[in-house]
């Protein structure tokens, strides 16, 4: 009974941040691009205050859900699992140590001066964000993959059929 739950929860947690970071990537990034500068700012700052506790939580329950499959699971589950956890933690890396520098760059643009090259670093921000988007749509992509074929994928147990 455990197994499917933590799978569940995996499940649950690694589509919740590539949701998250996707829906961002595709409809927050136009709307970005298509409205005047200092609203842009002022938006961006706002989201941030909101996005930032909930998907933290989010990259945290994906790492630690992952994780904890990764241990209940053996052969290719194990490897699918560990990796999607890894792929949830390059996306907290990466925005810890790429978009939020320069989300506090954001929110002090948003009340001051902007500087000359501030399309250059949104466009690092872009990357930034497509990148996290990326780890965390290919980390849930894994967990699929070990939720419909996981037990297909593990092989035969030595103490019988699998019961997970």
Request: proline share 8%; aromatic share 4%.
């Given at each position: 009974m455990l197994v499917p739950t933590v799978r569940g929860f995996a499940l649950l947690s690694t589509g919740l941040l590539a949701g998250a970071f996707g829906y961002g990537a595709v409809n927050l990034v136009h709307g970005f691009r298509t409205v005047p500068l200092d609203v842009r700012l002022t938006?961006?700052?706002?989201?941030?205050?909101?996005?930032?506790?909930?998907?933290?939580?989010?990259?945290?329950?994906?790492?630690?859900?992952?994780g904890a499959l990764a241990v209940l699971t053996r052969g290719l589950p194990r490897l699918l699992a560990a990796s999607a956890g890894a792929l949830a933690v390059a996306s907290f890396l990466v925005t810890r140590f790429g978009n939020v520098p320069i989300n506090a760059r954001i929110k002090v643009w948003a009340v001051?001066?902007?500087?000359?090259?501030?399309?250059?670093?949104?466009?690092?921000?872009?990357?930034?964000?497509?990148l996290r988007t990326g780890a965390a749509f290919v980390a849930f992509c894994l967990i699929?993959?070990?939720?419909?074929?996981?037990?297909?994928?593990a092989?035969?147990?030595?103490?019988?059929?699998?019961?997970?």
């Open positions: 938006f961006h700052t706002a989201l941030m205050a909101v996005n930032g506790p909930v998907v933290q939580t989010v990259m945290a329950l994906a790492i630690l859900s992952s001051g001066t902007v500087p000359p090259d501030h399309a250059e670093i949104l466009a690092r921000w872009e990357l930034f964000n497509n699929v993959l070990v939720a419909v074929a996981g037990d297909r994928l092989g035969p147990r030595a103490d019988g059929p699998s019961g997970a």
